[in-house]
């Protein structure tokens, strides 16, 4: 089998593409045949080192993939199903899916909906996927379409663009904000009504600002993370799940005690099987297959890691699938 292997010899950090027999995978009681794989975020900042998200080494990454069931150990899964997963460790402390086979815990994966291929699973990816848990988030909350603008930033990225095109498809007001005002004649096509520049809301927030969101989804955190809860309306929801531009939260209690805003964090990587299945579910009948083939690019394991770095440099728009298969 072919796959990108991260080693870290001596300090020196390098990814490859490397041929092996697949007995040297981990331990796990399913074995897929891993036909596409996402690049995302996190898969960008392990193939270049440039954050500590691989927690041991040789390490396969790739937090996501799609394929078929080779063997099993397992009632769960039987030889010949289609399965995703998506996180659990995988691609960080579990060999991932960025190589043409992967074994895994069955516990892991779901039954990909037939509504999908392989291919479409992985332009949704752990990107599509997270925008549906955000959405799932403002449901939850009770934010209804004409409750006003939901803001979703990090607009032009994975997670971004496919919460824009649910979002839209569902009936909300959407507003994208991005680094990138050449990409908005892409955002609106996805169904954003409005595109605001980043540097708008990159600057330290004051403690409250102009009620504006109904919702919002965040996938940079900092300061555009504070801006967003200073200016949600009274009673509204910030659903972060990112960090793209830093880890930091420098903003105030304000809007939290004083109008009540609710931020709720998303986590994709060890959600439990239940709510899974509903974000897959959901994207199943909420998301607009053409829309997601316009933001959709596809790649090949081997320009992965040239690939990352565009990634991490801002330059890549909406998806980029990998495939993985000969």
């Given at each position: 089998m072919?796959?990108?292997?991260i080693e ?5 950090y390098q ?19 891993v ?19 691989v ?14 069931v080779?063997?099993s ?6 030889e010949?199903?289609?399965v995703?997963?998506?996180?659990w460790g995988?691609g960080e ?5 960025l ?44 934010v209804k ?24 498809k ?21 169904g954003a ?7 708008e ?10 009620e504006r ?9 900092s ?55 509903e ?24 320009d ?23």
């Amino acid at each position: 089998m072919k796959a990108l292997l991260i080693e870290n010899n001596n300090n020196v950090y390098q990814t490859e593409l490397k041929e092996f027999d697949d007995s040297l995978l981990p331990e796990g009681n399913v074995m897929v045949e891993v036909e596409y794989s996402g690049l995302n975020y996190k898969d960008a900042l392990a193939i270049t080192g440039k954050s500590p998200v691989v927690r041991q080494f040789p390490m396969v990454p790739g937090i996501d993939f799609a394929g078929k069931v080779i063997q099993s150990d397992s009632d769960k899964f039987k030889e010949g199903d289609t399965v995703v997963l998506n996180g659990w460790g995988v691609g960080e402390r579990h060999w991932g899916g960025l190589g043409q086979r992967a074994r895994v815990n069955a516990d892991w994966l779901i039954p990909l909906p037939s509504a999908f291929t392989t291919r479409q699973a992985m332009a949704i990816g752990t990107a599509g996927y997270t925008a549906m848990l955000c959405v799932l988030e403002l449901e939850k909350h009770g934010v209804k379409p004409d409750d006003g603008e939901i803001l979703v930033t990090g607009a032009a990225g994975g997670v971004g663009s496919v919460a824009i095109a649910l979002l839209a498809k569902l009936g909300y007001q959407v507003m994208a904000l991005t680094g990138r005002p050449s990409e908005a004649d892409y955002l609106k096509s996805l169904g954003a009504q409005g595109i605001i520049d980043r540097s708008e809301m990159s600057e330290p927030s004051r403690p409250l600002g102009k009620e504006r969101w109904a919702g919002v989804i965040d996938v940079v955190g900092s300061h555009v993370l504070a801006n967003a809860c200073a200016t949600t309306k009274y009673g509204g929801i910030v659903a972060a799940c990112g960090l793209a531009g830093g880890m930091d939260l420098p903003g105030s209690v304000a809007p939290f005690i004083l109008r009540g805003v609710k931020l709720a964090g998303v986590d994709s990587v060890m959600c439990p099987y239940e709510k899974r299945l509903e974000a897959w579910t959901r994207l199943a009948t909420d998301l607009d297959l053409e829309l997601l083939e316009s933001l959709t690019t596809d790649i090949q394991l081997e320009d992965a890691i040239e690939k990352s770095k565009a990634l991490l440099a801002g330059e890549i728009r909406g998806r980029l699938v990998v495939k993985t298969s000969s």
